[in-house]
């Protein structure tokens, strides 16, 4: 099994401390080669049943910048070439505009989106059922999963569901 990841999320959200924890812990072939000419590969990761091939979709992933139309509707129309999306929020910032753009955006296109909620080791079990709630009524996430990508909490557990999906 292999399959196209797709990161998604604001700046300092955590995308890059997960990219690392996962390519760095497991025997991984970064590159810098384009897979196309609107995602770059970041990392790949191999294990015994499965490849994932994490990539970067530039400009999703800035909504506070002013992108014209055009340029949104190319990195939203990238997304549709990928298998799974994760889209990766900071478990210590509120839902806000910026995240009702994305879901937004996400909402038309078909490819599957597991909620990534990362920065757990932030906040209380309470804390965290709620922004569980707030986000099932926004958005049918394939599923939600709360990690710390800085500690590792369930990032396996992340791992085994994304495998399921490819
Ligand atoms: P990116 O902009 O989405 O790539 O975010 P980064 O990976 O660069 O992380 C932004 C900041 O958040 C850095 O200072 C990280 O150390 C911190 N960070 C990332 N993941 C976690 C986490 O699970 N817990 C905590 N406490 N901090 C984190
Ligand atoms: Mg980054």
């Known amino acids: 099994k292999s399959g196209f990841i797709s990161i998604i999320g604001r700046p300092n959200v955590g995308k890059s401390t997960f990219l ?12 810098d080669k384009p897979q196309t000419t609107r995602n770059k ?10 490849q994932m091939i994490f990539i970067d979709t530039p400009g999703i992933h800035k909504p506070k910048h002013k992108l014209g139309d055009f ?6 129309s990238s997304l549709k070439e990928v298998d799974l999306i994760l889209f990766m929020v900071n478990a210590e910032e509120g839902f806000g505009r910026g995240e ?3 879901l937004e955006k996400l909402s038309a296109i078909q490819t599957p989106v597991f909620l990534v909620i990362n920065k757990i080791d932030l906040i209380s079990p309470d804390m ?5 709630d707030t986000y099932k009524e926004k ?24 495998q399921m999906r490819l």
């Open 20 to 31: 690392n924890r996962v390519i760095g812990q497991k025997i991984a072939i970064m590159s």
């Open 41 to 50: 590969v970041q990392g790949v990761l191999t294990t015994d049943d499965a």
């Open 128 to 132: 965290l059922l709620t922004i569980i």
């Open 139 to 162: 958005y049918d996430f394939a599923e939600i999963i709360p990690i710390s990508a800085i500690e590792g909490n369930n990032v396996e557990r992340l791992l085994e569901q994304i």
């Open 71 to 76: 340029m949104m509707k190319i990195a939203v």
């Open 100 to 102: 009702e753009f994305i």
